[in-house]
């Protein structure tokens, strides 16, 4: 099995994760058999691996709370919502505010100005 992560996860190398990215969901392949989907709760770094700890996993089913990778192993994590939720009203904003400066002055001839 060779997970490539899905559409809208952000491939990153273990070696370049963080403490910013303490905290969000992610996703990667540990071993032929298996892929991982879970909350960074911690992230060690040693010489020739990264350590990966996940929040709420404490052995349930028999899962590993924590994953060595290689530093070049690829880990996907998922958009950060409030980030891509506020880029998004920012776009929105900005198309308005084109909008009316665009639209400024503009009057249909049929209109009588307003009474005062």
Same mark, same amino acid.
């Given at each position: 099995m060779d997970y490539l992560g899905t559409g809208n996860e952000k491939a990153l190398p273990a070696a370049e994760l963080n403490r910013t990215h303490i905290? #969000? @969901?992610v996703s990667f392949q540990p071993d032929e058999f298996t892929v991982v989907f879970g909350r960074i709760g911690a992230i060690a770094r040693k010489e020739g691996g990264v350590t990966i700890a996940l929040e709420g996993v404490d052995g349930v089913g028999g899962l590993p709370s924590h994953y060595s990778l290689p530093p070049s192993q690829n880990v996907y994590l #998922?958009?950060?919502m409030l980030t891509n939720t506020e880029s @998004?009203?920012?776009d929105l904003f900005g198309k308005v505010q084109e909008n009316l400066r665009g639209h400024k002055g503009d009057q249909r001839p049929d209109s009588e100005p307003p009474n005062v």
């Open positions: 905290g #969000q @969901t #998922q958009p950060d @998004t009203i920012k």
